[in-house]
Every structure is written in C-alpha cells, then in structure tokens.
C-alpha cells in the first residue's frame, strides 16, 4: 500500500443489473474476498442507481439486487467482516455525487469510453445518468474515504476521473479532505472477453448469454459454453508470449490461470502444444469444480430474501457510521447548513 494519511479502506461495487458473471467473479469478487482477509476495512456494494442509468424493469431490479447480495456471500464475503451495503438504502451516495456533478467538468466526462460504448449510435437518447454515472462513482468511493478500489481492467478511466475530482474539490476549496484512491487492477483476469468475441468484454449486459458463464450456471451449461466458446486453430504455445494477436486463446487461458490461481506462465508450461479439444474440457472441469459451489450456495441463500434484506439494513446502518460525518464536513467545507440526520 502507498503512503498515505487517510486510514487504508477498500471500496467497490458492482451493478445489479443482469446475471453475474466469470468476468465479475476474476475480476471483482474474487479480489474483494482477498482483501477481506487483509487487516483493512471494506466497503462492499450492489450499486442499484448506477443499474437505473439503463432500463431496469422493477421486478427484475429488486431481484437481481438480492441475488448479487447471495453472490457476495457466496463467493465467499462475510457480512460481518466487510460492510456490504445496498447503495440506494445509504443516501449519502446521492447527496455527494450532486456536489461532484457541480465539480466535473463536460470535458471530462465526454471523454469517458463506458459512456460511449453503453450509448451508442444514439446518444442523444441516452439518460443523463449514464452521463453522470461517473461522478456517482467518485461519490460511492470517496463518501468512505476509500484509498483502495479493486476493479476490472475497464473501470480503470472511470477511478483516474475519480481521483480528478477529489483534486479539483481539494484545490478549489483550498482543503486535504479527500484521498487520492488507488486502484487496484491485479490478477491474470482484469478484463475477461466475450466466449463468442475476443474483442469484447464480458459483461452483464451483453444480449448473447453464450458470450458469458453465469455464476447461476450449472455444470452442463458452463461445460457446454466452453466446449462452444471461440477459438483459433492452432496449438497452445508454451510461453505467454505466444498468445499475442490470439485474443480468444489468450482469454481462455487467463480464465484458467485466474481460477487455478496460477500465473499464465506456470499453465502454458503444462498445457504447451495441447490443441483445444483436449483443453477445453480441461478448463471446463476446473470451471465447474471452482464455480458449481458458489451457484449452489447462492441458489440456498436466495430461499431467504427477509435474511438477506436483514442483511442489507444492517450493512446500511454500519456504513452510514462512516458516511453520514464525512457527507456533514463536505456540506461545512462547502459553505451549505449541514443536513437534517
Ligand atoms: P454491465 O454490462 O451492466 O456494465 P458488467 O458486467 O460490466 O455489467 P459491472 O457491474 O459494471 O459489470 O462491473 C462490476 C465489476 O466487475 C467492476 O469492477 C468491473 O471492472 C468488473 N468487471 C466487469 N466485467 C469484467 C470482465 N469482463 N473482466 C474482468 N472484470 C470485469
Ligand atoms: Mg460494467
């Protein structure tokens, strides 16, 4: 960790907005329940409004957000060690991602990829939201104080932008009151492709569901995803450096690398010169053994939505311990009569 004066936190979040899949597991999840283990507090959230920036229908929202609730769990967050909160249930978020909408410039947000990418052709008919998303994302890490984020590879802009903004507010308020976030972007899975298209992300949101593994998925559905999953003709090449311009090989072989806890380097020494058919079903196996649990144990968690919402409360209050000073000393710095708690 780098020096700092602000007290090491971890924050991250992710949004509920679609099935979870490998891609949040290596590149999150996984991440989030290693820090958990390490002496610093952590901050862990299911980030509803930044799901609301698209269409969500109601009933769907309120599910997903309990069944990302069951996949922290699952994948192994103890609710009791990290604080795991709902982002909609602590209003501070909100409250300081208005004051950091007043704080970025148009500039900077135009430039934001996600935005591009998540809008499209139309634009025009994009929700404010989407273009603002990044100040609420700021606002959910600074409203802790957080000075780590683990995050996947394409949040990277998003967390520079953060760090913009607590530079602008200390510089125009002429104060030291929020930290420069680090983050944190480790592991051999920061950006997990599409199955279907090396060139794309895997993500929530994409309309294949044979472009990612679910963390809901059976054994037979993530073996048989696989088995399908794109790929070239050739031989695995037995050093990292062989999988440059072969994105879908490359990808394959970070999934199993991440999920054996190995370096890309130590696979290829044992599966150098196999072909995919006898690869595949390889990482197929360790896919399943790794991932089968945790959608099992989700499954069981989501029997009892009341515990889980208990659960959320909970976490709400805890969090609110840290949020609720931070979000008055901002009001104080900015010259507004602190608000009514
Ligand atoms: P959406 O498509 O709705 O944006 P998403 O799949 O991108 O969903 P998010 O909730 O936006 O998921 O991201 C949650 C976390 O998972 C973030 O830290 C993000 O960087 C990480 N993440 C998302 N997709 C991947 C991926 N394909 N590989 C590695 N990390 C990922
Ligand atoms: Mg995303």
């Not at 150098?272 to 990482?283: A, H, N, S």
Request: a negative charge.
């Amino acid at each position: 960790m780098t020096e700092t004066q602000f007290t090491p936190r971890v924050f991250s979040g992710i949004q509920p907005s679609g099935d979870l899949h490998l891609g949040n597991y290596l590149g999150a999840l996984k991440r989030f329940v290693d820090w958990q283990s390490k002496d610093v507090e952590t901050v862990y959230c299911m980030v509803d409004l930044h799901a609301i920036t698209v269409w969500q229908d109601p009933k769907d929202l309120m599910h997903s957000t309990r069944e990302l609730c069951a996949g922290f769990i699952a994948a192994g967050i103890d609710p009791e060690k990290s604080i795991l909160i709902n982002q909609s249930q602590v209003p501070e978020h909100a409250q300081l991602a208005w004051i950091f909408n007043c704080v970025a410039r148009m500039g900077w947000m135009q430039r934001m990829t996600q935005f591009k990418d998540k809008a499209g052709k139309n634009a025009q008919n994009a929700s404010l939201g989407l273009f603002a998303y990044p100040a609420l994302m700021a606002a959910d890490i600074l409203i802790y104080h957080a000075t780590h984020v683990p995050v996947g590879e394409d949040q990277k802009q998003h967390l520079e932008l953060t760090r913009d903004i607590a530079a602008k507010f200390n510089h125009d308020y002429g104060v030291d009151f929020f930290p420069m976030t680090e983050p944190v972007i480790e592991g051999a899975a920061t950006r997990v492709m599409s199955l279907r298209d090396g060139s794309k992300k895997m993500s929530k949101s994409d309309p294949s569901d044979a472009s990612r593994i679910n963390m809901t998925d059976d054994a037979d559905a993530i073996a048989k995803k696989i088995r399908k999953a794109k790929t070239d003709p050739d031989a695995l090449p037995s050093e990292a450096k062989g999988l440059d311009e072969r994105p879908e090989a490359r990808n394959l072989v970070n999934i199993y690398a991440a999920l054996n806890d190995q370096t890309v380097d130590q696979v290829l020494t044992d599966v150098g010169g196999k072909q995919f058919g006898d690869f595949k079903p390889m990482l197929a196996d360790l896919a399943v053994a790794k991932m089968a649990p945790i959608s099992t144990e989700m499954g069981r968690l989501m029997n009892d939505t009341a515990e889980i919402d208990r659960i959320l409360t909970r976490g709400s209050e805890r969090a609110r311990e840290i949020t609720s000073p931070i979000l008055r000393k901002t009001y104080d710095i900015v010259g507004m009569i602190p608000p009514v708690v």
